[in-house]
């Protein structure tokens, strides 16, 4: 609220005014990227009529900093980001640091609606697991906080200390333990922001001479039902296939639950691996065979560099390990 009691007019309240989404009003209100003339117009003068004030966007900022860490996540629910929280909140409650959640739903809009909360509530860091390009970011970088990026960067912005998880490795790994099993058509199933494991995908074929088939890479938008939708999809269109790398817990759960319900066989008919090791994998059965990451420690991670003022890495990359269960066989 502001003295006079009225609620301030937030960024999104202009871009709903001007029919715009909240990414393009904070480019045309940060004076970055491109918007027609007659957008930024609109924008403008949907501010002005709003009576926007982005000062503590701009130059009062570094001076009311009132600490703590933002903290953007895709999903809480998600058993992986859940932990990676907590990793976060270990380290930020040693340092004495209030951390706030926001959740993105790996929506792009979102998640610049979010960055202009924590500008407008003067928070000094921020962690997050990006969905928008690195140009979304630029109103966070002028305002002078201090960003980290984990699990994935955002795209042009290779510059920003980032914690991420060896997915090349991992991938390898499983795609040499599967094609040592015998398999040839093995399919990958991502959902939003996971090109980074993607292309490790496509890598590791093409490393060990084997050619990439486009057709067996489904991608999903953030929710389960998308996930579902494109693990069953994949599935009837391409009965040939003898294995699915799932890019994370949700997506391995899906594939799992398709796979029963069109009475394929794990691992007889179809061998499963996905990303995460989660508790419920090892109740599934037959148990799933996992490449683990360790989120809290990325968490906790992310965490230090935030909090540290000066020379900060660029990368810190943490190990994955294949851990074998129960869900692959031999192709028959």
Known sequence: MNPSGRRRTTIKDVAEAAAVGVATASRVLSGTGSASATTRERVLAAAARLDYRPSALGRNLRRQHTGGIGLLLPDITD??????ADGVLAC??????????????????????????LLEQSVERVIAVPCGDGEMWGPAFRAGLGVVFVERRAAGRDDVPTVLADDRSGVRVAVEYLIGLGHRRIAFLARHGQSQRVRAYREALASLGMQVDE????????????AYAAASGLFQHRPDLTAVLAGGNMLGEVAFLAARELDLRVPRDLSLIMFDDVPWAELCSPPLTVISQPPQDMGYRAAELVLRESRRPRTVTLPTELIIRGSCAPRR
């Not at 930020?92 to 979102?110: K, Y």
């Not at 057709?215 to 998308?226: F, K, P, Q, V, Y």
């Open 92 to 117: 930020a409650q040693s340092a004495g640091e209030p951390v706030m959640i926001g959740i993105t739903g790996d929506d792009p809009e979102r998640e610049a609606e979010l960055i202009g909360s």
């Open 79 to 84: 058993a992986f980001y859940s932990r990676l």
């Open 215 to 226: 057709e067996l890479i489904a991608r999903a938008h953030a929710t389960r039902d998308s």
